[in-house]
């Protein structure tokens, strides 16, 4: 142990010195990883000092719950153990039979890390350097050795183990069986372990191609009947107390013998079988299952450390092109259809694929001097590539901007679409998605909607960009009938009262043209007196309501708003625009753009809708500490989509991550 | 036709957010009883919606809300008209009449009682076929011997497992309603029981103003005892 720690300290300590990178282990993360996290330790560190982080209400929080819980005195984060300069990544591994979250996080001193396992009473073994630590049934695992901590819970696909010949495999209990019989003979049940264990072997042999060692494989008998009986007997206390899910299946020592969970099963059953209670097949298959997942669990985790994985992630083009040495955590997603598939429980769609043509998936967390940008990126297929290219070749009307007065405005959303390829490539999409299963069905009914939609003269009346804009909020007031009691004998007398409505004041704009349609429907609203004509523009009429609309079309613009002065202006061409060039570009160089500043909002709530004081002031210093909100798409590259949504940080912090750690401490309070 | 119906059912929806977002909303019950010596009485309740008027309105543009169904004015006249009915009916009952107000939405029914026990079965199902889930396990009484007029109320513990069901832009209009009980005696009020009620100039009547959240939640008490004056 003295040596071992010794060499910790010194392995640790050379670590420390060398290059932040030379601790890299995205090496370690298999080439078939579903998904990967990665979190950069260093470009956090720089932003914020191990000392300051310390220091900081998170630091001091975490220090005093770590402090209550346990006798260990930490003096800091860095006493964990980890290396927190270095990358830490979380990956998820799946195949059909079953699902492994994976963290991977670098070591900086294990003897440290030991120490956060000893303190809380949590025992581990140490072999060829490697320390593992196993939860009560085995199905969690933590090892670590002096660069790299590993730790894998892994989850089973129900849908693999409710196959009939998989259950029959396995020697689960068939899925009409359970619950509707008591668990067979006591012999069969041993006989039925013994198959599950070939089976698990046979399993495993699919999971990775490494042949399986035989060591893994110790028969029952040339286990000791001393950890049998142990088991036994926890099985047996576990069992009365609690019947479902807290099964002990191995003690921790024992799971380093692969097999043992099995065997523990069969001693188990065997226990439950002389009790002769209930039907015991649904926990039995519990425990089965759990001792197989923790068997696959182990081989994977000893093959990880072994080196024997197949390939590495960093093969993966799409991967490392994702890396962004400047974000502070990148998702990377390697099929969305991949993942989802993994996930959903596709025997129910019967075929249908919802996420049929959805790619490699990214997701980037920057915190830079003066913003937090969060940027996402799709890649379809060539098929949803096309259709997504079409629908989004429209631009956003340039005569908009004519309307637009940065000063005035709290927020903007703008999108451009086009509505006739929106329409024409609708049903295409829907019958990639059904079209498998009901390709006559879908088709008879894609025809039917491009017979009844003239998707051409659809287009015309509404070309498919618009933009709103957010002025404010106002005050109208508004009367209303109550009571009012009078003293001598409570006798009730109808009264008038008013109070006040908080309205949105907004402006919105959408391009046509072909405005025939829409002339007949504001004739009839005229007609029907629920459209008023001002001459130049028209007032919708909401009933009983304080709010006005006011509407007019205008150059190929139909104009909504709330406020008749500026619908005047517009008519009579006197608007006075105003706005910036990065509006500008946001606005017309992108599909979707929106924009929004707290700060404009800060003190225009009116104080009836907060409600106390003490909720105003918070609300309104909340919407003072932030920053300028933009979010925007960008044009389609290739088949790729992506969009980002940034913050621009308030005068007066160093960097984003301070930013958020401060506005999190005012919230607290 | 279609465009017409894409482009309606657009501007319901955009009337919709925007009405959900805009217009406080809240409402007032009113529930009076006045008892005559004998053990008679009348009874007024009154649901006034008029301080959400706004809200109300545009809401009866829209068919559903957020997956509940608006009623129509129509339907609302008819369970109006049922609940009337089911009153005449009922035993002990009398003179029933109703009012709609759907300029300010406000809905009141009043009847006349032989004794006030009359009341218990009829309160709870009146309010139901108003569709408001409100004040269960409550019963009154009065002895004209004694001259104890009793509430007795207990908080239903239903009201919150439904209540909690509710979606939180619904938990709103609840959060500033109001209940009024208003007890009207012909003889002066000698001992009321309940803290939070208060009694007039005259002492011939006993006034309890509350939140309906106090009632939901059974943190308010509306049981009452009052003993009148010899």
Known sequence: MNYYFKSAIAGSFLLGTLAVNAQDLSRK??????????????????????TELNQSFFGKKLMEELAKDQQADFRGIADFGFNLSSDFYYYNQSNDSVSYNCFLLPVKDAAKIDLLFSKRGKKFTLKDQVRSY??????????????????????????????????????????????????????????????????????????????????????????SKKSKLKGKKTAAKNYKKKPIRKKVVAEQEETEEMGAAIDMVAVDSAYTENDGVEDNSFFYDIKLKKGVLAKWTAKMSDDFFAGKSQGSILSNADFTKSVDHNAEVTIWISGVEKLSNAYLPLDYFKGVNFMGGYGTANAKLFLEDQLIKMSSAMTFNDDMGSVLRKVHQ????????????????????????????????????????????????????????????????????IKGDGIFI????????????????????????????????????????????????????????????????????????????????????????????????????????????????????ALLGNNYAAYFSPKKLAGKI?????????????????????GDIYIRSFPMKGNTFSAEVSMDLPAGHKNALKYLFSISEDLQK | MVIGNMFRGNARYFLLILVLCVFSSCFQIIEEINMAADGSGTVNLTLNLSASKTKVASLMLLDSVNGYK???????????????????????????????????????????????SNINHVNQNVLKKLKIRAINNSSYSFSPETGIFQRKYLPAKEALVEYNKLKPEVKNVFKEASYTSIYRFERPVAVNTNPLSKISKTKKAVMLNAGIMGLINGKTNISNQITLAK
Request: no cysteine.
């Open chain 1, 394 to 461: 429209r631009k956003l009307n340039k005569k908009f901007l004519k309307y637009v007065n940065e000063d005035q405005m709290i927020g903007y959303m703008a999108y451009a679409m086009d509505t006739k390829a929106y329409l024409q490539e609708y049903p295409k999409l829907i019958s990639k998605i059904y079209g498998s299963v009901y390709a006559d069905e879908i088709g008879m009914a894609t025809d039917l909607f491009s017979l009844l939609l003239d998707e051409e003269a659809i287009g015309k009346v």
């Open chain 1, 606 to 626: 009116p104080a009836e809708e907060l409600g106390k004081l003490a909720k105003v002031e918070k609300t309104n210093k909340t919407l003072n500490a932030m």
């Open chain 1, 134 to 223: 196993f939860n009560i049934d085995s199905t969690e695992m933590v090892h670590w050795n002096g660069e790299m901590l590993f730790s894998v819970i892994p989850t089973e696909k129900t849908a693999y183990f409710n196959r009939p010949e998989v259950r029959e495999r396995f020697g689960l209990s068939k899925i009409d069986e359970v619950s509707l019989y008591p668990a067979t003979a006591d012999s069969t049940v041993v006989m039925d372990a013994a198959t599950a264990t070939a089976a698990v072997e046979e399993q495993e042999e699919i999971v990775t191609p490494e042949p399986v060692k035989k060591k893994h494989s110790i028969p029952a008998k040339n286990r």
């Open chain 1, 29 to 50: 993360i298999p080439a078939d990883a579903l998904a990967v996290a990665t979190i950069k330790g260093g470009n956090l560190t720089q932003l914020m000092s191990v």
């Open chain 2, 70 to 116: 608006v009623p129509s004015k129509q339907q609302i006249q008819k369970e109006m008209e049922e609940a009337v009915a089911y009153l005449r009916k009922s035993h002990g009952i009398s003179n029933v009449k109703k009012t709609m107000d759907f300029e300010n939405y406000i809905a009141t029914v009043s009847f006349a009682f032989k004794n006030v």
């Open chain 1, 470 to 585: 957010f002025n404010g909020l106002s005050q109208k007031e508004v009367s209303y009938k109550s009571y009012d009691y009078n003293e001598d004998n409570f006798e009730t007398t109808e009264v008038m009262k008013t109070k006040k409505e908080t309205l949105p004041d907004f402006l919105m704009m959408i391009s046509t043209e072909d405005t025939r349609l829409i002339d007949k429907l504001i004739a009839y609203g005229v007609k029907k007196e629920l459209v008023k004509n001002n001459n130049s523009y028209y007032e919708i009429s909401i009933p009983k309501s304080p709010m006005a609309l006011y509407f007019t079309i205008k150059d190929g613009v139909i104009f909504l708003s709330t406020n008749g002065q500026e619908m005047q202006q517009i008519v009579n061409n006197t608007f006075i625009a105003k706005l910036n060039a990065k509006h500008k570009k």
